[in-house]
């Protein structure tokens, strides 16, 4: 099991330590470092700067919302960077939610969440392949432009610049049954958002037999620190925040995984807490146990002991979301 780096997207502002964080890491042999994006920074950007201020960590997105950029644009992005980096670069996508991609990007939700997804993957994939141009006649992406407010101009269009890696590799982030299924049909990796090193078998429903070098990277929160629960609160609000404050009352893919994992009435608790305002008391809500279940917090030899639990699954890639370089620093020398 490797290790990545795990950092986000920003909040208020760009986080000084990212960068530093991101060195220590290779310094230390982690594998990889991954931005994301929600409605602030972009996941690209900030990628970049980490590339030209590093040269032997992989680079990836965890995730690269599909609704920010066409998926050519998309590729654009991956290729660039892959190519300015050395061939480092991971393509981590997510499809959203109803709240992001209708709010933020003010484009409708798919009513076919794996269609779409199918499709962007789709053209992603001869983008990098540049075997022909790119050509799509899809529910939710036509390559060229089909639509009746179009001109009838659009001519299809390879690449004018050649792929570093055509198997530049491609992960999903992915929540619910269907959508993992598809994910390991049409994809390089997975990135869970919860995982649950002791019950992913019953959660997630995974096949005997995953596909040949397919990757499963989940996120984890982990702190090398002596009170557990002080340091399950970062956690706690993290999910407060996704299962209260990242979707709609009646569509919420973060709390419907929470309710598979068995915190079904916990999870609707701190929908309502957060819906109402109460976000302290919301955070507070989340239970100390699911907090605990998909992170790794407390003194070292706690963490060593669950670590192992980690590892005995089918997990490849465990990319961690860590505020030090202690905590950096004893992951590696646990993990060998």
């Not at 602030?40 to 992989?58: C, E, K, M, Q, V």
Request: net charge neutral.
């Amino acid at each position: 099991m490797r290790l990545g780096l795990a950092l986000g997207y920003w909040g208020r502002g760009p986080s000084p330590a990212h960068l530093e964080l991101a060195r220590e890491a290779e310094r230390l042999g982690y594998d990889s470092v991954w931005t994301a994006e929600a409605w602030g920074s972009d996941a690209f950007t900030a990628l970049t700067w980490i590339a030209a201020h590093t040269s032997r960590i992989g680079l990836g997105t965890a995730v690269a919302q599909m609704a920010a950029r066409t998926p050519t644009a998309t590729a654009m992005h991956a290729l660039t960077l892959d190519h300015l980096s050395g061939g480092r670069m991971r393509l981590g996508l997510g499809l959203s939610g109803p709240q992001v991609v209708e709010g933020w990007y003010g484009r409708p939700f798919p009513r076919s969440p794996l269609t779409a997804t199918r499709e962007y993957v789709d053209v992603v994939r001869q983008v990098l392949r540049r075997e022909a141009p790119v050509t799509l006649a899809g529910r939710h992406h036509s390559f060229p432009y089909a639509g009746e407010d179009g001109t009838g101009l659009g001519k299809p269009l390879r690449s004018i610049t050649h792929p570093l890696r055509a198997d530049l590799p491609v992960l999903l982030g992915a929540e619910g049954p269907k959508n993992i299924a598809q994910t390991l049909e049409i994809a390089d990796g997975w990135l869970p958002l919860y995982w649950s090193p002791g019950r992913w078998r019953e959660v997630y429903a995974l096949p005997g037999r995953l596909p040949e070098g397919f990757r499963i990277a989940p996120l984890v929160r982990a702190q090398v620190c002596d009170d557990v629960s002080a340091g399950l609160l970062p956690v706690k609000a993290m999910l407060g925040f996704y299962i209260g404050g990242m979707g709609h009352a009646t569509r919420n893919f973060h709390a419907d995984l929470m309710a598979r994992m068995g915190y079904g009435a916990e999870a609707r608790h701190v929908r309502d807490l957060f819906a109402e305002g109460r976000r302290e008391e919301a955070v507070l809500a989340v239970p100390d146990a699911f907090a605990d279940e998909i992170s790794l917090v407390g003194p070292r030899e706690r963490i060593a002991e669950r670590l192992a639990e980690w590892r005995s699954g089918p997990v490849t890639e465990l990319l961690v979301t860590a505020p030090d370089r202690e905590t950096l620093r004893t992951l590696a020398e646990l993990n060998g």
